[in-house]
């Protein structure tokens, strides 16, 4: 099933082979629809621009679950491997915390610094990082969602999108067309996967299997980068010195279907080599 979610405030509920339509909420918000998120068979999330939240069960046909405890719109969502914790990154620069299971609101963090854009877990659900529009990506404890425990300021225009490849590694888009590679804790850029040249990303997303990774930017195009090597690097926690102005790593090769260059003119001097705050876990 394809769920889809619009501007015009309604849910659309597909069948992937046929495209025929299952289910539809013509009016499921009171302002626009911005993610969705499926949660097991039944139950899915939905935010919209205003902050609401709503989580559906499809038996029941309406929402479970309704929260508008955050002010600006909801970015993105993520839940935990029981599907009993539901997380909301928002534009006012705030986390939410929503138990699923006993369809209550549970907490919001303090505000961070700009929007938060993306919410991803990590490290066997132990830690939870979130992007945000001014480059920074904040992690959380599982348990200590109040308050940020630790933060990574990559320079990068913004953190638009972020998607976990491994354990320890996500892939960052970014209003520069610049896909990086950072891992987490300890908190370094590895290198660059892929850029559609000067076009932000508007979304990532990793293929069964984690081979692939697919991205889509301003550009109109989708294009497939093979992050199989990610899988296999070793950070040290030793972080050595570089030459300043030296290039970027690449970590993969040109995207599938594709002539371009696209790591040409690639530099390191957009990129940092320490972290705000510590890489202590």
């Given at each position: 099933?394809?769920?889809?979610?619009?501007?015009?405030?309604?849910?659309?509920?597909?069948?992937?082979?046929?495209?025929?339509?299952?289910?539809?909420?013509?009016?499921?918000?009171?302002?626009?629809?911005?993610?969705?998120?499926?949660?097991?068979?039944?139950i899915f999330?939905?935010?919209?621009?205003?902050?609401?939240?709503?989580?559906?069960?499809?038996?029941k046909g309406?929402?479970?679950?309704?929260?508008?405890?955050?002010?600006?719109?909801?970015?993105?969502?993520?839940?935990?491997?029981?599907?009993?914790?539901?997380?909301?990154?928002?534009?006012?620069?705030?986390?939410?915390?929503?138990?699923?299971?006993?369809?209550?609101?549970?907490?919001?963090?303090?505000?961070?610094?700009?929007?938060?854009?993306?919410?991803?877990?990590?490290?066997?659900?132990?830690?939870?990082?979130?992007?945000?529009?001014?480059?920074?990506?904040?992690?959380?404890?599982?348990?200590?969602?109040?308050?940020?425990?630790?933060?990574?300021?990559?320079?990068?225009?913004?953190?638009?999108?972020?998607?976990?490849?491994?354990?320890?590694?996500?892939?960052?888009?970014?209003?520069?067309?610049?896909?990086?590679?950072?891992?987490?804790?300890?908190?370094?850029?590895?290198g660059c996967?892929?850029?559609?040249?000067?076009?932000?990303?508007?979304?990532?997303?990793?293929?069964?299997?984690?081979?692939?990774?697919?991205?889509?930017?301003?550009?109109?195009?989708?294009?497939?980068?093979?992050?199989?090597?990610?899988?296999?690097?070793?950070?040290?926690?030793?972080?050595?010195?570089?030459?300043?102005?030296?290039?970027?790593?690449?970590?993969?090769?040109?995207?599938?279907?594709?002539?371009?260059?696209?790591?040409?003119?690639?530099?390191?001097?957009?990129?940092?080599?320490?972290?705000?705050?510590?890489?202590?876990?």
């Amino acid at each position: 099933e394809l769920f889809t979610v619009s501007k015009d405030k309604s849910i659309h509920i597909l069948t992937v082979e046929e495209g025929r339509l299952e289910t539809r909420f013509p009016k499921a918000h009171s302002s626009a629809l911005n993610c969705v998120l499926p949660i097991d068979n039944h139950i899915f999330a939905t935010g919209d621009d205003g902050g609401a939240l709503k989580v559906w069960d499809l038996r029941k046909g309406d929402a479970i679950l309704e929260g508008r405890q955050q002010e600006e719109y909801i970015s993105a969502m993520a839940v935990d491997g029981n599907g009993k914790i539901l997380l909301t990154a928002s534009g006012d620069g705030t986390l939410g915390v929503f138990n699923v299971k006993r369809r209550r609101f549970e907490l919001l963090s303090e505000p961070q610094n700009g929007d938060l854009t993306s919410v991803v877990l990590l490290k066997r659900g132990k830690k939870v990082a979130c992007g945000s529009s001014e480059g920074t990506v904040y992690l959380f404890n599982w348990d200590g969602f109040g308050a940020a425990s630790d933060r990574f300021a990559l320079r990068a225009e913004s953190v638009d999108c972020m998607v976990p490849i491994t354990d320890s590694i996500v892939c960052v888009g970014s209003l520069d067309g610049v896909i990086r590679a950072v891992n987490i804790l300890p908190n370094r850029v590895l290198g660059c996967v892929g850029q559609h040249l000067g076009e932000p990303i508007e979304q990532l997303a990793v293929a069964p299997g984690g081979q692939l990774l697919a991205s889509c930017a301003h550009d109109q195009k989708v294009k497939f980068w093979d992050v199989s090597a990610l899988g296999g690097l070793v950070v040290d926690d030793y972080r050595k010195k570089k030459k300043k102005g030296g290039p970027l790593r690449a970590l993969s090769g040109k995207a599938a279907g594709s002539g371009e260059d696209f790591f040409a003119d690639l530099r390191e001097g957009d990129e940092p080599e320490a972290a705000a705050g510590s890489d202590s876990d």
